[in-house]
């Protein structure tokens, strides 16, 4: 009898294993005449040469798997115990109609038609700007987009930036080392990639610069090639700031800016970078524009009325010129 341990690394061992081990289970029925045993992190496979090398492959089958869906389900076993069966029920898709599966096996897919066009036009274009209220799904589903690229191998990294306008980007102040220091401001990105990816995927992920999660600051003079790149809350950014980020763009990159221009940090007198640039590049071919709206709120029922009221009485109070205006492109892939 021959004998092979295989050791789990990285992997969540619930999402993996299933319930009670009953994804083993299912393997070890297939197989009668071996012995297949799940201990802590380790599987150990005891047969005969030709059955340990069969049940080596599904097992590398799945492990590949899990990498890629973050979850091993009993129609996954399935597939790879009979793969001429059809099973690509659990394949991401290539369409905006569902992004991809979530850590817990959600499904997370647009909630509203604008969210449903944000995630057309980032699949169309490799510069993408979405403008909207807090709450419309901006930042959600351009994390969904960026871990779905990931893993469909389309790009080879995730680089997600905010304007740490609070503490003048300077950081010093703070207590704590650097991770310290900017975890706050980049908490609704940690939130959403948990959402996405198991833990200790997205632990590893982390560790090896596979996404990078970064003050804009960290951006300067780099460049971003092969990677899904998205700048948060862009309407915080000075103009400077933009110029160089948007100039940060490689060959192979997908960059996405999102930007809510009622919610601007900066000083009194500093102009905000995403209202210059939006202008600036309204007439560029190539670049796609998504405005969401109040109706595009999927939080509470009540922040969508609060939404609406700022908006009809923004409406009365400014007027409708400078810098903060509605974009109109001539582009006709415009989405507002």
Do not use: C, W
């Not at 021959?2 to 993996?16: A, G, P, Y």
């Not at 939006?278 to 609060?306: A, C, Q, T, W, Y």
Request: avoid cysteine; charged fraction near 25%; hydrophobic fraction near 40%.
């Amino acid at each position: 009898m021959v004998e092979k341990v295989i050791t789990l690394e990285n992997i969540s061992l619930i999402d993996f294993l299933g319930v009670e081990n009953q994804n083993i289970k299912q393997l070890a029925a297939a197989f009668p005449s071996s012995k297949i045993i799940s201990r802590g992190n380790e599987i150990k496979i005891q047969g005969k040469t030709p059955e340990i090398t069969q049940i080596n492959e599904i097992l590398s089958s799945l492990i590949e798997h899990y990498h890629k869906y973050g979850k091993i389900t009993h129609t996954s076993v399935n597939r790879y115990l009979a793969p001429d069966l059809d099973g690509d029920e659990e394949l991401i898709p290539t369409s905006p109609d569902v992004i991809l599966y979530g850590s817990r096996g959600n499904v997370i897919k647009p909630k509203t038609p604008n969210q449903k066009k944000l995630a057309e036009a980032i699949e169309k274009n490799d510069l993408v700007f979405v403008l909207g209220p807090a709450g419309t799904g901006k930042t959600y589903v351009a994390v969904a987009m960026a871990v779905r690229a990931l893993k469909n191998k389309e790009v080879k990294k995730i680089i997600i930036s905010r304007p740490v306008v609070e503490a003048g980007e300077s950081l010093g102040f703070l207590p704590g080392d650097m991770k310290e220091k900017v975890d706050p401001y980049l908490r609704p990105i940690y939130d959403a990639l948990e959402d996405m990816i198991p833990l200790e995927k997205l632990k590893f992920y982390q560790e090896n610069k596979i996404i990078e999660i970064a003050p804009l600051a960290y951006m300067r003079g780099r460049t971003l090639s092969s990677a899904f790149v998205l700048l948060d809350e862009a309407q915080n950014t000075t103009p400077m700031q933009m110029k160089m980020f948007l100039t940060r763009m490689g060959q192979g990159a997908k960059v996405v800016v999102n930007g809510d221009r009622s919610q601007v940090d900066l000083p009194k007198k500093q102009k905000s970078g995403l209202s210059e640039t939006l202008n600036i590049l309204r007439d560029v071919p190539g670049i796609g524009f998504v405005e969401m709206k109040s109706e595009d709120v999927v939080r509470h029922k009540l922040v969508k009325d609060i939404v609406a009221a700022y908006e009809k009485f923004e409406a009365h109070a400014v007027p409708d010129f400078g810098p903060d205006r509605p974009i109109r492109p001539a582009n006709p892939d415009y989405n507002a």
